[in-house]
C-alpha cells in the first residue's frame, strides 16, 4: 500500500513562545519536527512525507530535515491549518500518483511510537476508511454552564482522547476536505461530518502533543 504522511507545520506555536515554530522548537538537541518525521520514515510504512513549513521558513525547515532529504518534501503552508493540509495534500498526490492512504500527524506528537504508526496503516490496509488512535481519559469529566456550575458528570467510559497520525484511504480525505470550510483542527471530524465511518486504534502515551514548557520538560525527563 502506498502511503504518505502530511506534517502540517506552518503555524507559528506562540504557546511555546521562543519565538520561533513550534515544530522547530528543540528537544534534547532535536527538533519536534526531526523527531516526528523520523519516526514515521522508521514506521517503514510511508513513502515520502510532506511537511507544510511557514512561508518565510521554506528553507530553514528544509535544512532542518536534511538527514532524511530522500524522503521530505516541503511545501509553503496556507493560512490556516486546512489550507496547509490542501496544499500538503496536493503535493502528496503530484509526488506520489498510486496513493492508496494519507496520514495526517502532529510535529508536536514527536515521540509517538512506531508501533502506533503501524497500527493505524494496518487498519487501513484491512480496510477502514479512517483510523484514528486514542486513549481513554483518565480524569472525571464534567459539563459546566457559562457561570462555572457543574450541571453534569459525563460517562468517561465512552470517551476517548485523540491523537495522531490519523490516517485515512485516499478517497476519503479528498472528500472530506472538498467538503470542509476553513477552520477545521480535526481531520477526522471532517470525514465524521460527511457521513464516514471512524474506527480507532490503541494510543500510546508517549505520543503526547508538546504544547507547553512543561510537556517539553516531560519530553526531556522521558528521553533520559
Ligand atoms: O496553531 P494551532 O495549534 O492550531 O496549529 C495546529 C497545527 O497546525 C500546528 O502543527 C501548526 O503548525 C499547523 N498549522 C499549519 N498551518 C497554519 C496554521 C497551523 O500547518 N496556517
Redesign the pocket.
Known amino acids: 500500500m502506498n502511503v504518505v504522511a502530511l506534517v502540517?507545520?506552518?503555524?507559528?506555536?506562540v504557546r511555546l513562545g521562543a519565538g520561533r515554530?513550534?515544530?522547530l522548537v528543540e528537544v534534547a538537541g532535536e527538533s519536534l519536527l526531526l523527531r516526528a518525521v523520523r519516526g514515521l520514515v522508521d514506521s517503514g510504512r510511508v513513502q515520502y512525507v510532506v511537511v507544510?513549513a511557514p512561508v518565510d521558513e521554506v528553507s530553514t525547515v528544509e535544512a532542518e530535515l536534511a538527514p532524511l532529504r530522500s524522503f521530505v518534501h516541503v511545501v509553503p503552508?496556507?493560512?490556516?491549518?486546512t489550507?496547509?493540509v490542501r496544499i500538503a495534500l496536493a503535493e502528496a498526490e503530484r509526488i506520489a500518483p498510486d496513493l492508496d492512504a494519507v496520514l495526517v500527524h502532529?510535529?508536536?506528537r514527536a515521540f509517538t511510537p512506531v508501533s502506533v504508526i503501524r497500527d493505524v496503516v494496518r487498519a487501513i490496509e484491512d480496510g477502514a476508511p479512517a483510523v484514528i488512535p486514542v486513549l481513554p481519559v483518565s480524569d472525571t469529566v464534567k459539563q459546566v454552564d457559562a457561570s462555572g456550575a457543574v450541571t453534569a458528570t459525563v460517562d468517561r467510559s465512552q470517551l476517548r482522547s485523540v491523537q495522531t497520525p490519523q490516517g485515512f484511504a485516499i478517497e476519503v480525505l479528498r472528500e472530506a476536505y472538498a467538503a470542509a470550510g476553513d477552520a477545521a483542527?480535526d481531520d477526522a471530524g471532517l470525514v465524521e461530518r460527511i457521513g464516514g465511518k471512524v474506527s480507532t486504534v490503541p494510543g500510546h502515551p508517549h505520543a503526547l502533543k508538546i504544547t507547553t514548557a512543561f510537556d517539553l520538560a516531560v519530553a526531556e525527563a522521558v528521553l533520559a
Open positions: 502540517p507545520a506552518a503555524g507559528r506555536g515554530p513550534k515544530a507544510a503552508g496556507g493560512a490556516e491549518r489550507d496547509s502532529d510535529a508536536a483542527t
